[in-house]
């Protein structure tokens, strides 16, 4: 599985984007997908994650209410809609590809995209 992440900019806080990863291959639909973010000179943390149907999510605690994934497995992309954006949400972010039912650590994660930049000023 090869995954593109995009969607990521500038934004001021209390805005919002949407990420979106699209992924090749034929096996999308037979993998969990997770979003993870890094910001500077922190360790990559788990944001969230979905199930091979979408119907189970996982959020971290950070952003739980604010953000919402989602996927079409008929386009072969996840989404990631970020709302109500803060500064502290600045970061890298990576979507990934796992085998589990519904990874949350890293290390439960086969598969990772480039990475798109998300800025959120004050």
């Known amino acids: 599985v090869q995954l593109q992440a995009s969607g990521g900019g500038l934004v001021q806080a209390g805005g919002s984007l949407r990420l979106s990863c699209s992924a090749s291959?034929?096996?999308?639909?037979?993998?969990?997908m997770g979003w993870f973010r890094q910001a500077q000179g922190k360790e990559r943390e788990s944001v969230a994650a979905v199930t091979r149907s979408g119907a189970g999510t996982y959020y971290a605690d950070s952003v739980k209410g604010r953000f919402t994934i989602s996927r079409d497995n008929v386009k072969n992309t996840v989404y990631l809609q970020m709302n109500s954006l803060k500064p502290e949400d600045t970061a890298v972010y990576y979507c990934?590809?796992?085998?589990?039912?519904?990874?949350?650590?890293?290390?439960?994660?086969?598969?990772w995209g480039q990475g798109t930049e998300v800025t959120v000023s004050s």
């Open positions: 291959g034929r096996t999308f639909g037979s993998h969990a």
């Open positions: 990934a590809a796992g085998t589990p039912l519904l990874p949350r650590s890293r290390y439960e994660y086969e598969y």
